[in-house]
């Protein structure tokens, strides 16, 4: 988790934690597909941003209830922002890129540029 400090005027305002995002990451040989479980979160607090050859997945998880901190016998979900950057290992299609989120579990599916490694060039006479 990292701690992210914020300051105004030299004064700290702010210690929030950040979660990170665990991820599962597999290809086909058309795409690559991100799957992660992200249960307890409304689409509307899901951001996905998807680059020719990065995702970021970006969210919170809000809690429902609250809980004196004495009262837990044990504290393991994590609850608040979290993030996930992933720098894919081939150019991918971001147009096409779609999602969906079914039963806690978010899926991702990057479709691959299949770009030609040469092209055969005409010359042309004048």
């Known amino acids: 988790m990292t701690t992210i400090n914020i300051e ?5 305002i702010a210690d929030e934690e950040e979660g990170q995002l665990t991820v599962d990451v597999y290809e086909t040989p058309s795409e690559f597909i991100v799957e ?12 996905l941003d998807v680059s020719g050859e990065s995702v970021t997945i970006r969210g919170e998880r809000h809690k429902n209830h609250s809980v004196e901190e004495g009262n ?3 504290q393991e979900c994590f609850w608040g922002k979290f993030s996930r ?4 290992p081939q150019e991918i299609d971001a147009d096409r890129a779609e999602s969906s ?7 991702v599916r990057l ?5 030609e490694k040469s092209k055969k060039v005409h010359i042309r006479t004048d």
Request: glycine share 8%; no cysteine.
């Open 101 to 107: 989120l079914k039963n806690g579990v978010l899926t």
């Open 111 to 115: 479709p691959k540029l299949r770009r």
């Open 85 to 88: 950057s992933i720098i894919l």
């Open 72 to 74: 837990y016998l044990f």
């Open 36 to 47: 992660s479980t992200i249960a307890g979160v409304e689409p509307s607090d899901i951001d």
């Open 8 to 12: 105004k005027n030299g004064a700290n």
